[in-house]
């Protein structure tokens, strides 16, 4: 049987190319996967991590199968083929709700059960990944070690920028395969099986046919449906195969909805000069403040497809109203960036069915309603102006978290108006500026259990309280379970990589500082996927900038400069209060936070790279990074627990466990980089 050398030499990309591609490959498809799976399998909307973990689990597995005669990457769509027919055909929605943890609008539960379907995806895509990490590491082996992760983060960054592209001109989802199909054909030509050549056509057929379906198309966040609604007098739309609003003339939905107009009967003031929304939506609560008659409505949605939906056919027009002006925005983000008051501020119904990224539990609207988020809106309302938001809340002891933490933030209570399982709360910048009706006034003493606040540090608005709700113990459980079966099915060993453990420990703290990183932009500069899509670029910018370095400058193992800068930035980064940060103007603010974001993974990726340049094996020394990494996304959910800040504890003390465990190696002579 020829080597793997000779089975390179006679494909169609050899070389630093063939690394190049292979490694944006993988990136491409790992942001496809968290996407697609997400809109189509509602369990993923809010454990897109999981596909992060499988992606880490299978890539790693790929590497240390790298070395094995046989080429496994040439059958990866199989894979792809397989996880698309899968989801498919058992589509499903999350459970409805628990008392602990709400994840959104009660719906059917349908397919198979999350405990069931969850694990079974996370196998197909970490067997997946696993023939796509094999195509990368036949490559990466090639070179020498720095060498080769060069070009592997080269890759990475291209295949970002290859998704946010595509994000950016909303693709529709047959485009992602067809972008795969072209990358095999350029990896394998007339090398690729015609099984899988099969399956590539079979995918993009597959997604052909929803990219086809009336009314479907893809916002950076979801698969927007739409349908007409009350007889054609409105539209209804979906996003990830559940009802998210309805674009409905503003007569028919004050009557079918008296609560949307609550806030504007509770407000002592009724000249509205200026109206801020935020969750703009479709436009039916900015064609209800025009019909109060507002003379000018600020409008902020997060979602450029589902504002251009209601441009296009809300009934009322109220976007092409000359008193709107619309904003593209995260609500969070747009209250930090302007200096303008409002009589009414309004929050309506901002709940998001999506996690911002695969690397992080916040959702699109976590930051919104902290109780920092509540004194900004406060800081930007009039004299006698008033602050109100409403929601299909679904738990007492959400309602009582939110009305606590208006208490708290305007030292009085608000007025809270019920209607079946959707609540209205309005509250004035005195006591004086709105009017309850009798009974109307939430009173802390009879609500019964009223949780804390939600905060920066602790975003998670649907968590009663601080822990890991036992649903997520089980399926991270059963991943873990998985992936050890998962290793063992595919012949990997874990002994290969024995000498690797001060590489796997940098694995799981590096992801978690990636994790904080995401949440601090999320948090300064909004929860929107441009900013995401900056985020890790940038952390894959910083570590090519560590390569360089490395390579350049021949950094020592371990040395105590690499080691104290660190720890140091993280002391530094943990020292500093992100509050501190919102207060500084937009670029002063984006100048600290790329200090205090990236200074540690640059100099975490120093540490990395200058041990990884005297590796023995390379693709050992990677997988057990790769490996690392999973186990630093299920250390992740502790953020659950104990706050994003104090995540940057747990970073220290698995770099701390890096720096013990490392061994020099036993080389003899100078190693070549």
Same mark, same amino acid.
């Given at each position: 049987?020829?080597?793997? /050398?000779?089975?390179?030499?006679?494909?169609?990309?050899?070389?630093?190319?063939?690394?190049?591609?292979?490694?944006?490959?993988?990136?491409? &498809?790992?942001?496809?996967?968290?996407?697609?799976?997400?809109?189509?399998?509602?369990?993923?909307?809010?454990?897109?991590?999981?596909?992060?973990?499988?992606?880490?689990?299978?890539?790693?597995?790929?590497?240390? @199968?790298?070395?094995?005669?046989?080429? $496994?990457?040439?059958?990866?769509?199989?894979?792809?083929?397989?996880?698309?027919?899968?989801?498919?055909?058992?589509?499903?929605?999350?459970?409805? /709700?628990?008392?602990?943890?709400?994840?959104?609008?009660?719906?059917?539960?349908?397919?198979? !059960?999350?405990?069931?379907?969850?694990?079974?995806?996370?196998?197909?895509?970490?067997?997946?990944?696993?023939?796509?990490?094999?195509?990368?590491?036949?490559?990466?082996?090639?070179?020498?070690?720095?060498?080769?992760?060069?070009?592997?983060?080269?890759?990475?960054?291209?295949?970002?920028?290859?998704?946010? $592209?595509?994000?950016?001109?909303?693709?529709?989802?047959?485009?992602?395969?067809?972008?795969?199909?072209?990358?095999?054909?350029?990896?394998?030509?007339?090398?690729?099986?015609? *099984?899988?050549?099969?399956?590539?056509?079979?995918?993009?057929?597959?997604?052909?046919?929803?990219?086809? =379906?009336?009314?479907?198309?893809?916002?950076?966040?979801?698969?927007?449906? +739409?349908? #007409?609604?009350?007889?054609?007098?409105? *539209?209804?739309?979906?996003?990830?195969?559940?009802?998210?609003?309805?674009? %409905?003339?503003?007569?028919?939905?004050?009557?079918?909805?008296?609560?949307?107009?609550?806030?504007?009967?509770?407000?002592?003031?009724?000249?509205?000069?200026?109206?801020?929304?935020?969750?703009?939506?479709?436009?039916?609560?900015?064609?209800?403040?025009?019909?109060?008659?507002?003379?000018?409505?600020?409008?902020?949605?997060?979602?450029?497809?589902?504002?251009?939906?209601?441009?296009?056919?809300?009934?009322?027009?109220?976007?092409?109203?000359?008193?709107?002006?619309?904003?593209?925005?995260?609500?969070?983000?747009?209250?930090?960036?302007?200096?303008? @008051?409002?009589?009414?501020?309004?929050?309506?119904?901002?709940?998001?069915?999506?996690?911002?990224?695969?690397?992080?539990?916040? @959702?699109?609207?976590?930051?919104?309603?902290?109780?920092?988020?509540?004194?900004?809106?406060?800081?930007?309302?009039?004299?006698?102006?008033?602050?109100?938001?409403?929601?299909?809340?679904?738990?007492?002891?959400?309602?009582?978290?939110?009305?606590?933490?208006?208490?708290?933030?305007?030292?009085?209570?608000?007025?809270?108006? /019920?209607?079946?399982?959707?609540?209205?709360?309005?509250?004035?910048?005195?006591?004086?500026?709105?009017?309850?009706?009798?009974?109307?006034?939430?009173? %802390?003493?009879?609500?019964? &259990?009223?949780?804390? !606040?939600?905060?920066?540090?602790?975003?998670? #608005?649907?968590?009663?309280?601080?822990?890991?709700?036992?649903?997520?113990?089980?399926?991270?459980?059963?991943?873990?379970?998985?992936?050890?079966?998962?290793?063992?099915?595919?012949?990997?060993?874990?002994?290969?990589?024995?000498?690797?453990?001060?590489?796997?420990?940098?694995?799981?703290?590096?992801?978690?500082?990636?994790?904080?990183?995401? =949440?601090?932009?999320?948090?300064?500069?909004? =929860?929107?996927?441009?900013?995401?899509?900056?985020?890790?670029?940038?952390?894959?910018?910083?570590?090519?900038?560590?390569?360089?370095? =490395?390579?350049?400058?021949?950094?020592?193992?371990?040395?105590?400069? /690499?080691?104290?800068?660190?720890?140091?930035?993280?002391?530094?980064?943990?020292?500093?209060?992100?509050?501190?940060?919102?207060?500084?103007?937009?670029?002063?603010? $984006?100048?600290?936070?790329?200090?205090?974001?990236?200074?540690?993974?640059?100099?975490?990726?120093?540490?990395? +790279?200058?041990?990884?340049?005297?590796?023995?094996?390379?693709?050992?020394?990677?997988?057990?990074?790769?490996?690392?990494?999973?186990?630093?996304?299920?250390?992740?959910?502790?953020?659950?627990?104990?706050?994003? %800040?104090?995540?940057?504890?747990?970073?220290?003390?698995?770099?701390?466990?890096?720096?013990?465990?490392?061994?020099? !190696?036993?080389?003899?002579?100078?190693?070549?980089?």
């Amino acid at each position: 049987m020829p080597s793997p /050398t000779a089975i390179t030499g006679r494909l169609p990309l050899q070389g630093a190319a063939r690394l190049f591609t292979a490694s944006a490959l993988m990136l491409f &498809v790992q942001l496809a996967l968290i996407r697609w799976s997400g809109a189509n399998l509602l369990h993923l909307s809010y454990f897109s991590n999981l596909i992060l973990l499988a992606s880490f689990l299978g890539i790693g597995v790929g590497f240390l @199968r790298a070395a094995r005669p046989g080429d $496994l990457g040439r059958y990866a769509p199989i894979g792809l083929f397989a996880l698309v027919l899968f989801i498919t055909l058992f589509p499903a929605r999350i459970e409805s /709700t628990t008392s602990q943890l709400i994840f959104f609008t009660s719906v059917n539960p349908t397919g198979l !059960p999350a405990w069931v379907s969850l694990p079974l995806v996370f196998l197909v895509i970490a067997a997946t990944m696993t023939a796509f990490g094999e195509i990368a590491g036949r490559a990466f082996k090639e070179f020498p070690a720095l060498h080769a992760y060069r070009w592997d983060i080269l890759g990475s960054i291209s295949g970002t920028l290859a998704f946010t $592209l595509l994000s950016f001109l909303r693709a529709p989802s047959f485009v992602w395969p067809t972008v795969v199909a072209v990358a095999f054909i350029a990896l394998y030509g007339r090398r690729l099986p015609p *099984v899988s050549r099969v399956a590539l056509l079979a995918v993009i057929a597959m997604l052909l046919m929803e990219s086809m =379906t009336p009314g479907v198309s893809w916002s950076p966040y979801y698969k927007v449906s +739409t349908r #007409l609604t009350d007889n054609g007098r409105g *539209v209804d739309i979906w996003v990830n195969g559940i009802p998210h609003q309805v674009a %409905r003339d503003v007569d028919l939905r004050l009557a079918l909805e008296p609560i949307y107009g609550k806030p504007y009967e509770r407000a002592v003031n009724k000249s509205l000069q200026d109206v801020l929304i935020i969750g703009a939506g479709s436009g039916s609560d900015v064609a209800i403040a025009l019909r109060k008659q507002a003379r000018h409505v600020d409008a902020v949605e997060i979602d450029p497809r589902i504002l251009q939906i209601g441009q296009q056919v809300h009934p009322n027009h109220p976007y092409q109203d000359a008193r709107v002006s619309t904003f593209v925005n995260d609500g969070r983000a747009f209250l930090s960036s302007t200096d303008r @008051r409002y009589d009414l501020i309004l929050f309506a119904l901002p709940d998001s069915l999506t996690l911002v990224s695969g690397a992080s539990q916040l @959702r699109l609207e976590s930051y919104l309603f902290t109780i920092e988020a509540m004194r900004s809106a406060r800081e930007h309302l009039k004299p006698q102006g008033v602050f109100a938001m409403y929601n299909f809340y679904r738990q007492a002891w959400l309602v009582n978290r939110l009305a606590g933490t208006l208490d708290e933030v305007y030292g009085h209570a608000p007025c809270i108006d /019920t209607e079946h399982s959707a609540v209205a709360l309005t509250i004035g910048l005195q006591a004086a500026d709105v009017t309850c009706v009798a009974g109307g006034t939430w009173n %802390r003493a009879t609500a019964g &259990v009223v949780p804390a !606040p939600a905060s920066d540090d602790w975003p998670f #608005l649907y968590l009663e309280y601080h822990g890991i709700p036992g649903f997520y113990l089980l399926i991270i459980g059963l991943i873990l379970l998985s992936s050890a079966l998962g290793v063992r099915a595919f012949g990997a060993r874990f002994s290969a990589m024995t000498a690797y453990r001060d590489l796997f420990f940098m694995g799981v703290a590096f992801l978690l500082l990636e994790t904080k990183s995401v =949440t601090t932009f999320a948090l300064l500069f909004g =929860t929107t996927w441009l900013v995401n899509a900056m985020v890790f670029t940038g952390v894959l910018l910083a570590v090519l900038l560590a390569i360089e370095t =490395t390579m350049r400058r021949r950094i020592p193992i371990s040395t105590p400069v /690499t080691v104290v800068g660190l720890f140091a930035s993280l002391a530094v980064a943990f020292a500093v209060p992100n509050d501190m940060l919102l207060g500084l103007p937009v670029p002063l603010r $984006l100048v600290f936070a790329v200090a205090l974001a990236f200074a540690p993974v640059f100099c975490a990726n120093l540490l990395f +790279t200058s041990r990884f340049r005297e590796v023995a094996s390379p693709t050992n020394a990677f997988a057990a990074n790769l490996l690392g990494a999973m186990i630093g996304g299920c250390l992740e959910y502790l953020s659950l627990l104990i706050g994003y %800040r104090m995540l940057l504890l747990v970073v220290a003390g698995a770099y701390v466990l890096a720096v013990l465990s490392f061994r020099r !190696p036993r080389v003899a002579g100078p190693v070549t980089s």
